[in-house]
């Protein structure tokens, strides 16, 4: 699980540089981008979208980032949820109050997204958690 939790900030847009993941975090972090791609049916072009943190548009897409976001604890019955989501961050940047602090702000603001329908909830989520945490300054 330790793994995934480094994972769960890049997918959440709170690290902008993948290098400095272990190689055992890249390899789990290809795997979950392939087991939500095959899943979802999304192709190459929506998983270097959501890499490159650009909104999502087809419906493959936000179901991608949909199943993403449930692997990783950030969103349940198609609701963010904070707690998941501070879960890994307060792991991620342990040590780090800034961050931490920013964090929780992101987690405040993007509270109540949800959707009854599971890939636009995980699409508003992706939306909100990169937005806020650019405009926060926690990702570039």
Do not use: W, Y
Not at 6 to 19: D, M, P, R
Not at 81 to 106: M, Q, W, Y
């Amino acid at each position: 699980m330790k793994t995934l939790t480094g994972l769960f900030i890049v997918c959440c847009g709170l690290v902008v540089i993948k290098a400095s993941m272990t190689e055992e975090q890249k390899q789990a972090f290809q795997k979950l981008l392939k087991n939500c791609a095959e899943k979802e049916k999304a192709s190459q072009a929506d998983i270097d979208d959501f890499l490159a943190r650009t909104p999502a548009v087809e419906p493959q897409a936000k179901c991608f980032r949909a199943c993403l976001h449930e692997t990783l604890g950030s969103m349940k019955n198609n609701k963010f949820s904070r707690e998941g989501f501070l879960a890994k961050v307060d792991i991620t940047f342990e040590g780090d109050a800034e961050k931490i602090k920013i964090a929780n702000e992101v987690a405040d603001t993007c509270a109540n997204e949800e959707d009854s329908d599971r890939c636009e909830a995980g699409a508003k989520i992706c939306k909100c958690l990169i937005e806020t945490s650019r405009a926060k300054g926690l990702i570039e």
